[in-house]
């Protein structure tokens, strides 16, 4: 299998953030709910690789992790208000499209060594043990005007029908900024592929520096308990 990425763009943000603060309970809306649910469904598309280490859909799944996260997140840093101005970095979806072979499949990894083209390569791998899915994937693209971008997913989970678990770290650096991002899984019980128990809890710290706006470093946690339904969950949030 032989991947490409896309980026589709970076999109730089103003955004007012908080010195500092407590993590204090809130009242999510719909689309925060969707988010924290569609994180948790996301997840479990990781199965595929018990059954399939070639398939592309954990790949497209670590992007669409990425994404709910960042939007939790980027919505949180907007209740961190303060006069401080930094800016907030959101990046755009990767679109994946596949031409030919190249990803290697040894027992119960895929590795991939270059794959790519000349805008764009993959490295690192998945491995399967059981319900553990362990990764190091690195990805470099280039993003909006041109700009370089890498791409780091690490981490181990367990993904099984029922239970999630354990942790992923994702970061993303370009020319002047740079973020990384948490996402804890704390034995989050599955039924029927919903949610219905257990916490997530996701930190960004995102650093900016040499803007002509403003420069500095801005950070944010969210917390979703789970339950005790399928689309029931309280959150909090603070620095």
């Not at 992007?63 to 949180?76: G, K, P």
């Not at 990803?103 to 491995?127: K, L, M, Q």
């Amino acid at each position: 299998m032989r991947l490409s990425f896309v980026v589709t763009s970076v999109v730089a943000t103003m955004f007012l953030f908080a010195c500092g603060g407590k993590i204090t309970e809130f009242k999510p809306t719909e689309q925060e709910k969707a988010h924290a649910a569609a994180l948790t469904t996301d997840t479990l598309e990781l199965k595929e690789l018990k059954v399939n280490l070639q398939g592309e859909g954990a790949l497209g799944a670590l992007n669409s992790i990425q994404e709910s996260a960042l939007y939790l997140t980027s919505q949180q840093q907007q209740r961190n208000v303060s006069p401080n101005n930094v800016l907030g970095l959101l990046s755009g979806g990767m679109e994946l499209r596949s031409f030919g072979d190249c990803a290697s499949v040894s027992d119960s990894r895929v590795t991939y060594n270059n794959c790519g083209d000349e805008n764009s390569s993959i490295n690192g791998y998945f491995e399967v043990d059981g319900d553990v899915v362990k990764m190091d994937i690195t990805i470099r693209s280039k993003g909006y005007d041109d700009i370089d971008l890498v791409y780091r997913y690490e981490g181990a989970v367990i993904v099984s029908d029922t239970l999630l678990d354990g942790a992923l770290n994702i970061s993303l650096s370009g020319a002047t900024f740079s973020y990384t991002l948490d996402v804890r899984y704390s034995q989050i019980v599955i039924a029927s592929d919903c949610a219905v128990g257990g916490s997530l809890r996701l930190e960004v710290n995102t650093k900016v520096s040499g803007t002509s706006i403003s420069t500095g470093a801005t950070s944010a946690t969210v917390i979703v308990d789970f339950g005790p339904n399928c689309g029931a969950m309280t959150m909090k949030g603070g620095k």
